[in-house]
């Protein structure tokens, strides 16, 4: 798989410097990446942002927007995750993508910052979800899970992944539940029919809803804040790490993060 590496500034807005003072004091920043067609985000503990780039591949950036890597790709890719492996008491770092092709579904292992691909996974057709079906992988507590939606039902997979170095036929994505969810007429929500969420080491909550704003609740579900209002069907992904919460815009092509909590 072709991978090519690009080191150059392509914008930020209010990004903290090293200093300890000044980055308490920023609150928020904004990145420009060149973006055509943007999907997905995923932040590593290395401070390095990727984004699924559908067409256009994965680009992998810093927090002062310099491209570090571009790896092209022949899937369309739609999602993107980094997950830390302990393999013989060493902690190595992969990225893993979903991919489309010729109306298959692919979960691609790469090692980071390789970028070598090692393992490539079909998904299930079971149970029946439309190729075109709207899907998203997360990673929690070393399992991926892939959820597939569409108008009439959701169905997620799974798939443990832990010491997972090489995959045979035991080692596939499994349908867990189909979901349909019905909301109470009773129910009053100060979210707005709720698009994306997130959830971060705390417990605490980060909802973008239908009206374009981003809500931040505790653990016990009570809203802290508003973090911010970025529009209507702006907001294609989130991801959150130490505090910090990146909204990935689909039409304005950037990266907004927030400083939602100061973490103790």
């Known amino acids: 798989m072709d991978e090519e590496i690009i080191s150059e500034e392509v914008g930020c807005s209010n ?5 300890t003072d000044s980055f308490k004091k920023c609150t928020s920043f904004r990145l420009d990446p ?19 780039d559908y067409d256009n591949g994965v680009h992998f950036m810093d927090f002062m ?20 492996n302990n393999v013989d008491d060493i902690i190595k770092c992969q990225v893993i993508l979903l991919g489309y092709i010729d109306q298959k579904w ?5 090692s980071y910052p390789e970028l070598k691909e090692e393992h490539i996974l079909e ?9 075109w079906a709207r899907r998203k992988i997360t ?52 979210v707005r029919g709720p698009k994306l969420a997130i ?9 973008y809803d239908g009206s374009g704003k ?12 508003i973090i911010s209002d970025l529009g209507r069907s702006e907001v294609c992904a989130l991801d959150i790490k130490n505090g910090w919460c990146y909204a990935l815009c689909r039409h304005r092509l950037c990266v907004h993060a927030f400083l939602y909590r100061q973490i103790r």
């Open 34 to 52: 060149p973006l055509a067609n943007p999907v997905d985000i995923a932040v590593s503990s290395e401070q390095i942002i990727a984004i699924a």
């Open 123 to 131: 998904c299930p057709n079971e149970p029946q979800i439309l190729p």
């Open 65 to 84: 927007g310099r491209i570090i890597h571009h790896l092209k790709s022949p899937y369309k890719i739609c999602g993107v995750r980094f997950w830390y």
């Open 15 to 19: 990004f903290p410097s090293t200093s």
């Open 214 to 225: 981003l809500f931040w609740f505790d653990d016990t579900y009570r809203i802290q804040k």
């Open 106 to 110: 692919l979960i691609i292992f790469h």
């Open 139 to 190: 990673v929690v507590d070393d399992t991926l899970y892939m959820l597939g939606t569409c108008e009439s039902c959701s169905t997620i997979w799974t798939l443990q992944l832990i010491n997972l170095t090489c995959l045979t036929e035991a080692d596939r994505l499994t349908n867990t539940r189909i979901v349909k969810v019905k909301q109470r007429k009773s129910q009053k929500w100060i």
């Open 199 to 207: 959830w971060d080491n705390e417990k605490d909550l980060i909802v």
